[in-house]
């Protein structure tokens, strides 16, 4: 996928095409504008090739040249039209479909030159519009699996073989409540972009965190960069660090699972992945405010925030993206989703449903009234979605994720599905965890596992490691069946 010679392949292929139809017309119209010598050769007859030729002989006895000069002239253009007209006649000769690939060849190489001008030109042209277009109709589910080495792996031996990953719990309110046992007091949060400083004013208890969860059994971590976007750093009133925020947040989750593997040793051959995560988190809306308080940008300053804030995962190291709290699907999942797949990076769509009422009635809706059935259907026609890899349910109340994992299911998307709900409640300005227990929760993901292959599990706000380490056995348990080397 996206190699030079897939974009060679399309642009000699549109070339021989354009070439096609030039010949078509000029044989529909019977070349009839053209030269008699040319029409000549196009019957293919030698016979022809001598009247030509006798033709030109004649119009040059007509027309004798009177001094040097002019005989010499009229010697040397007499000398190249009958070069041309012999080289023409004996390639019509030897095969007609050689002057349709003098026609391809010099189209394609004209193209090639507009493409090459368009992109010295603009950077961003109409050529990489084009390539894009190629690139995006040419993507395999398999090549969009393998542009994540890492996913690739989990994805050919886990989710392929049937297995269900184990992802980590809350990270954000992990970081807060650790902070606070430490130091009370300490709250960890700010006020406005709720964690999106976390990894510059507690780096250690952040790292510290990610290796809890790989060290209790997850799979997959999911860096804190969920509100390191620039627009929410702009209203927390740090948006000179927005470039410094997404990838130092990356790296503190990729050193926890280097610290993790070298532990691990040898006899643990399948890495962790490290996600970046990516929010529709209003900017200046403390964590679980109400979500209308948020102030968000014009929808083109908030596009440049996504895409900037992809751009730096990527180049951070993440190996997948998830979308999170995508409760408006309109207004702002779309956008944060479009921008995501910019990059290239397998992206995880993760829907937060706050609306009981809707669960219970079989018709789970998101705060924008998008039905969740309806926007899976969307994506499940896959024009434009090609990087979406998965869809999942997350920072939901535990009751209201199994009715929502159906909901797309029967939206039509049949692709991999994930789960990693909250629990406990918000009161300003800090999570209130309650406890949960073991048999609960894998009552739970054992049902969304069953009905309705459900393939990652994991949790959100308040839920920690020691529950992690429940999924993260059942996991490991329920794969040695399926997968192939766990
Ligand atoms: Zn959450």
Redesign the pocket.
């Known amino acids: 996928m996206k190699t030079p010679y897939v974009r060679l392949g399309a642009l000699a292929y549109c070339g021989i095409l354009a070439a096609a139809s030039i010949q078509q017309a000029c044989v529909d119209e019977s070349c009839a504008s053209h030269s008699n010598v040319k029409s000549a050769s196009l019957l293919q007859s030698s016979e022809a090739k001598t009247h030509a030729q006798k033709d030109l002989a004649d119009t040059k006895t007509l027309n004798p040249p009177v001094g040097s000069t002019k005989e010499l002239k009229s010697q040397t253009e007499g000398t190249t039209e009958n070069f041309f007209n012999t080289v023409e006649a004996d390639l019509l000769q030897a095969q007609p479909w050689m002057l349709e690939m003098i026609f391809a060849f010099g189209i394609l190489l004209a193209f090639l030159g507009f493409c090459l001008i368009q992109t010295t030109a603009t950077g961003n042209s109409l050529s990489g519009k084009i390539w894009g277009a190629v690139e995006q109709m040419t993507a395999t589910d398999a090549e969009v699996h393998s542009k994540s080495k890492r996913w690739h792996q989990q994805y050919s031996e886990c989710f392929k073989a049937g297995g269900v990953l184990c992802l980590d719990g809350?990270t954000?309110?992990e970081v807060e409540r650790v902070a606070t046992q430490l130091k009370p007091g300490d709250e960890a949060v700010n006020a406005a972009g709720w964690s999106c400083v976390q990894w510059k004013t507690h780096p250690d208890i952040l790292r510290g965190v990610h290796l809890k969860y790989l060290q209790s059994g997850a799979k997959l971590v999911i860096a804190n960069s969920y509100a390191t976007n620039r627009h929410i750093m702009k209203g927390a009133g740090y948006e000179h660090l927005t470039r410094q925020a997404t990838l130092a947040a990356v790296r503190l989750a990729r050193e926890a699972r280097d610290a993790h593997m070298a532990e691990a040793g040898p006899s643990d051959d399948s890495p962790s992945l490290v996600a970046g995560s990516m929010s529709c988190h209003p900017p200046g809306m403390a964590?679980g405010a109400n979500m209308n308080d948020g102030q968000w940008p014009e929808p083109a300053v908030e596009k440049k925030g996504y895409e900037e804030q992809a751009r730096l995962l990527k180049e951070a190291g993440a190996d997948v993206i998830f979308i999170?709290?995508v409760w408006d699907w309109k207004k702002h999942g779309v956008l944060a989703v479009k921008s995501a797949a910019s990059v290239g990076l397998p992206v995880v769509i993760s829907f937060?449903v706050f609306d009981a009422k809707s669960c219970d009635e079989g018709m789970p809706q998101l705060h924008d009234g998008t039905f969740l059935e309806d926007a899976a259907g969307e994506l499940s026609s896959g024009e434009g979605w090609e990087n979406v890899v998965a869809l999942a349910i997350?920072?939901t109340k535990l009751p209201l994720v199994l009715p929502c994992l159906k909901a797309m299911r029967a939206g039509g998307w049949k692709g991999l599905l994930g789960a990693?709900p909250?629990h406990g409640t918000f009161e300003m300005p800090h999570?209130r965890f309650e406890p949960l227990e073991a048999d609960k929760i894998l009552d739970y993901v054992s049902q969304w596992v069953e009905q309705t292959n459900c393939q990652m599990v994991g949790g959100?706000?308040?839920i920690g490691p020691e529950t992690i380490e429940k999924m993260g056995k059942w996991c490991s348990s329920y794969n040695k069946k399926k997968c192939q080397r766990r």
Do not use: R, V
């Open positions: 809350g954000g309110s964590h999170e709290m937060t997350h920072h990693y909250d999570w959100c706000c308040g």
